[in-house]
């Protein structure tokens, strides 16, 4: 019912800064919740930051809480993953996610539609 393309990965030193996009296209249905997970090489999923489709309300993981920024645009159906500071542990596949619903969801299995991930890696 929708499709997420992330973008914007790559690599980076520690302390520097990048900038995630996720673009929602296809049949958009009622309203989208979004977030940000992250996989590093042998851990699970994780969750980053979430954002309710109004933009409204946020959550963050507090390993990136006052680091990274989740923001949509009021005009089309992309959100953004601001990423300051980074570390080293940081690297990991990003995905993007979506949920119909008005809340914040940080559930991994609240959301039902993924994209394909983009590669950030941090080196010291």
């Known amino acids: 019912q929708v499709q997420l393309v992330e973008s914007g990965g790559g690599l980076v030193q520690a302390g520097g800064s990048l900038r995630l996009s996720c673009a929602a296209s296809?049949?958009?249905?009622?309203?989208?919740?979004m977030g940000w997970f992250r996989q590093a090489p042998g851990k699970e999923r994780e969750f980053v930051a979430a954002i309710s489709w109004s933009g409204g309300s946020t959550y963050y993981a507090d390993s990136v809480k006052g680091r990274f920024t989740i923001s949509r645009t009021n005009a089309g159906n992309t959100v953004y993953l601001q990423m300051n500071s980074l570390k080293p542990e940081d690297t990991a596949v990003y995905y993007c996610a979506a949920v119909r619903g008005y809340s914040v969801y940080r559930d991994v299995g609240e959301y039902d539609n993924w994209g394909q991930g983009t590669q950030v890696t941090v080196s010291s």
């Open positions: 296809g049949r958009t249905v009622g309203n989208y919740a």
